[in-house]
């Protein structure tokens, strides 16, 4: 990390130097800080301290009327162990994040390079492809929602033309979650195209052309050539899309209240009944632990694994 | 073309023609919406081009729900936001492009774990403190976690560590204090980025769901999404086509914003997005 200073650089020599030195050092402590306090304190309030209030709150009970939380040690952990739902929400969350995460990369990338080239109604298809990424997840529960209604929902219509029955997708265990993965990859892929349309459009064109005198196939130049250009991309976009997997549940709200039997529960969902449904705050406090060390094991990977391998800049 | 090499006559049209099915699956969501929306009930799921246009649905949507008290409501949450949002990481972006303090490189550490964790899964701890502070149902409850926001004092930053200290040097001999310069140098000059910022945190914000869902429970409160999702879900018994007129009017404003400053839009969420 290369941080210039402004205000202790600007030493000048002369027979008071280091007294001014020290006084600029001690202006610039004060400052820093100073300019910093307003932030770090909310920081603090809703970010650290909720962090750190999650991990002793799991350790407790959760009050209840007249009785007080009491410290029940490993107790909520246990309890987790042996909750069927929790393990289904998770089994959930990590097929959810497996099938959204490689789905809306590849997708992102052949729309980018579709619009990266001179085809036909270019501005309309980069239109259609990034508009979803403006519209609320809950706008876009109620669309799809009305998509997936058994017998007159579009999809089942469709069915109807080529005489299947009506089927009744989110009702259904079988079809209920991978019709959550459309929605959201539906909703995540324009988004993720702007950055490696972005990252296209830094490639030079002479590569393209070189290929073409070597009379290099158009997989081969992609699976050579431009996937890893693409690379630093796809690690910023992947990190994007791992987190959104596990932080994004409105759609689950809104579409399926985690059923049918809790076969579209979600982590943060799962989070959300116990702690909003059920008023279970110590429980809810271990469930959130989980998804935390989720976020941790993400974050230690992106800075310890992916900041020296890529250089940005 | 530099994504793929140089296709074939036939392998560029098959490629043209993959390229629109797709587009056309993606607007396909919204172009039934709009069509519910605007058909009465009747014609919700039967696709006559002579079917009748009719605002009725939106009347019936406005006039069922508390929509304009929610328009209110999410234009109170977004703009508080940004306003707190843009204070509070300008200053902390400051402290950290132009001051060597003590512990700078540590509270930046701490400052980048947002990114990771953020408010939104820390759902039943932020509630716990909201109660504590007697702040359930009030927008600022809604708003507080997210206005000392990392994303905004990270994008700053950068922004201001580009700034030649020339400037700065300029500022200061004509006697400007430490504000004075961040007012008067800084914030001019770091402008592209304060309008990338903010229409990243609207559109984030206009969209968000679970937390003002949580610690909202009146119609006083309840920004659109929130509104929306109940209105929805209270009534079962209400048409599709209802439903959707309300939805688009609770996605309209965004939506009509991003069509008519699409370039800004991308162009924003770009800048953001690389770091």
């Known amino acids: 990390m290369h941080r210039t200073s402004g205000v202790d650089a600007r030493v000048k020599p002369g027979h008071d130097g280091w007294g001014r030195s020290l006084v600029n050092q001690f202006r610039a402590n004060i400052h820093g800080w100073l300019l910093l306090l ?38 909520q952990y246990q309890t987790m162990l042996e909750d069927p739902i929790f393990w289904i929400a998770l089994k959930n969350n990590l097929v959810f994040a ?98 490696y349309l972005a990252a296209l459009q830094q490639i030079s064109p002479d590569l393209a052309e070189a290929a073409a005198i070597e009379g290099t196939g158009r997989w081969t130049f992609f699976r050579r050539v431009t996937f890893p ?16 997997a596990f932080r994004l549940v409105d759609h689950v709200v809104v579409m399926t209240r985690g059923g049918p039997d809790n076969a579209t529960s979600l982590l943060l969902f799962y989070i959300y009944e116990i702690g909003f449904k059920f008023w279970d705050l110590g429980y809810a406090a271990a469930v959130t632990m989980v998804l935390l060390a989720v976020l941790a094991i993400v974050a230690c990977f992106q800075f310890f694994y992916l900041d020296r391998r890529i250089h940005y800049q | 073309m530099t994504g793929l090499g140089r296709p074939s006559p036939l392998g560029a049209a098959l490629n043209t023609l993959a390229a629109w099915l797709l587009g056309i699956l993606w607007v396909l969501p919204l172009v039934y919406a709009v069509w519910t929306a605007f058909h009465p009930a009747e014609f919700s799921t039967r696709f006559v081009p002579t079917a009748p246009l009719t605002l009725q649905n939106f009347e019936a949507a406005w006039a069922a729900a508390p929509f304009p008290r929610y328009f209110l409501n999410s234009f109170l949450l977004v703009t508080g936001i940004l306003a707190g949002q ?26 980048l774990l947002q990114l990771m964790i953020m408010p939104d899964v820390l759902i039943v701890e932020n509630y716990r403190t909201m109660h504590a502070l007697n702040l359930v149902d009030t927008v600022t409850a809604m708003a507080l976690p997210y206005v000392a926001s990392a994303f905004g004092i990270f994008l700053l930053r950068q922004a201001f560590k580009s700034v030649p200290k020339e400037l700065e040097e300029a500022a200061r001999i004509e006697g400007c204090g430490t504000l004075g310069i961040l007012w008067r140098v800084y914030v001019p000059l770091a402008r592209p980025v304060y309008v990338a910022y903010a229409l990243v945190s609207i559109s984030y914000h206009w969209n968000n769901f679970l937390w003002p869902l949580i610690v909202t429970n009146s119609v006083d409160t309840r920004p659109l999404t929130v509104g929306l999702a109940v209105f929805a879900s209270t009534d079962q018994g209400i048409d599709w086509s209802i439903i959707t007129a309300a939805t688009l009017l609770a996605a ?20 953001a997005g690389i770091r």
């Open chain 1, 38 to 75: 307003p932030a770090a304190v909310l920081l603090a309030a809703f970010t650290h301290y909720p962090a750190v209030a999650t991990l002793w709150h799991s350790f407790f009970s959760t009050p209840k009327g007249n009785r007080p939380a009491r410290f029940i040690g490993l107790d």
């Open chain 1, 229 to 244: 250009l693409l690379m630093p991309t796809t690690l910023f976009v992947l990190i994007n899309a791992v987190i959104n």
């Open chain 2, 86 to 111: 843009l204070v509070l990481c300008t200053l902390a972006a400051y402290a950290f492009a132009r001051f060597k303090f003590r512990g700078s490189a540590i509270a930046f550490a701490l400052v």
């Open chain 2, 252 to 271: 309209g404003p965004l939506l009509v914003a991003f069509l008519i400053f699409q370039r800004q839009f991308v162009q924003s969420f770009l800048r």
């Open chain 1, 98 to 195: 497996a099938a959204t995460i490689p789905l809306s990369i590849v997708l992102a990338i052949l729309m980018a390079l579709w619009v990266n080239e001179k085809i036909v109604g270019r501005g309309l298809l980069r239109l259609a492809f990034f508009t979803p990424t403006m519209l609320p997840m809950i706008a876009v529960a109620n669309i799809w929602l009305f998509f997936y209604t058994p017998d007159y929902g579009l999809l089942d219509q469709i069915r109807g033309l080529f005489g299947l029955p009506a089927w009744n997708w989110l009702g259904s265990r079988d079809t209920a979650l991978w019709c959550l993965i459309a929605v959201t990859v539906w909703k995540e892929a324009g988004f993720f195209m702007i950055f």
